[in-house]
């Protein structure tokens, strides 16, 4: 149980283009889901936690209007990364709060995007 | 705020070896301790937790035990296989908006 998917796992794009990256909770209800970026060899960078029914929550020096999360369902968030440039390139990896769990719970964790702009 | 120190890397060791990876934090409140393990190209599983003072987690031989004397939940193995080798992270969730604070990563190596 407790499964967290991503679509797609690897994305190559030119710069200036956008790419959105789905992150589902496939067998369980989640009202917080959570956006990481890591870098090679590198932790995990939390860039912004996502409600259900309402704004993102981003982090210090994430811009909003460049990342763009929208939680539509309590399964579905997604990630739009507008006018990709290559220092976007990154592994992009989102995890998921179940809905019955507290503020301490575990976060499952998706597979990841491995995005590459040209 | 909140932060997690981890025994810096990269560790190599031989089969059947025995196994320590430090972990250290700082948090308010009491939060939950967990490992995560990253196989190369993937995301990160969860490995095992502890949310309370004097738990135990364990998992596939690993443990970690939550000592809030010495804010410490240090990683261990008796035996590791060469099938272990991977990027081991330390983490907490704290009390800040249940947000998750991960150490800086541990790459272990096993050779057979």
């Known amino acids: 149980g407790a499964v967290v998917s991503q679509h797609p796992s690897r994305v190559i794009c030119k710069s200036g283009t956008s790419v959105k990256i789905e992150c589902r909770s496939l067998d369980f209800q989640a009202t917080t889901m959570f956006w990481y970026r890591q870098f090679p060899k590198q932790s995990l960078m939390l860039m912004a936690t996502?409600?259900?029914?309402?704004?993102?929550?981003?982090e210090q020096g994430v811009e909003k209007d460049k990342f763009l999360i929208n939680h539509a369902s309590l399964t579905l968030s997604t990630l739009t990364v507008t006018s990709a440039h290559p220092e976007d390139s990154s592994f992009y990896i989102c995890?998921?709060?179940?809905?019955?769990?507290?503020?301490?719970?575990?976060?499952?964790f998706g597979p990841g995007t491995r995005l590459t702009v040209l | 705020g909140d932060s997690v120190t981890q025994m810096e890397g990269p560790v190599t060791l031989s089969e059947e070896a025995f196994l320590t990876i430090n972990c250290t934090y700082t948090?308010?409140?009491?939060?939950?301790l967990f490992w995560y393990v990253q196989y190369p190209g993937e995301g990160l599983q969860l490995l095992l937790k502890?949310?309370?003072?004097?738990d135990k987690g364990s998992n596939k031989g690993f443990e970690a035990t939550y000592r809030k004397e010495t804010t410490s939940f240090h990683l261990e193995k008796g035996s590791v296989q060469v099938s272990d080798s991977a990027v081991y992270f330390c983490a907490l969730t704290g009390t800040n908006a249940g947000k998750s604070t991960f150490g800086d990563g541990t790459t272990l190596t096993v050779k057979p």
């Open positions: 995890s998921a709060r179940t809905l019955s769990g507290g503020a301490l719970d575990t976060q499952y």
């Open positions: 502890a949310t309370k003072a004097d």
């Open positions: 948090a308010t409140g009491y939060p939950s």
């Open positions: 996502s409600n259900e029914g309402s704004k993102a929550t981003y």
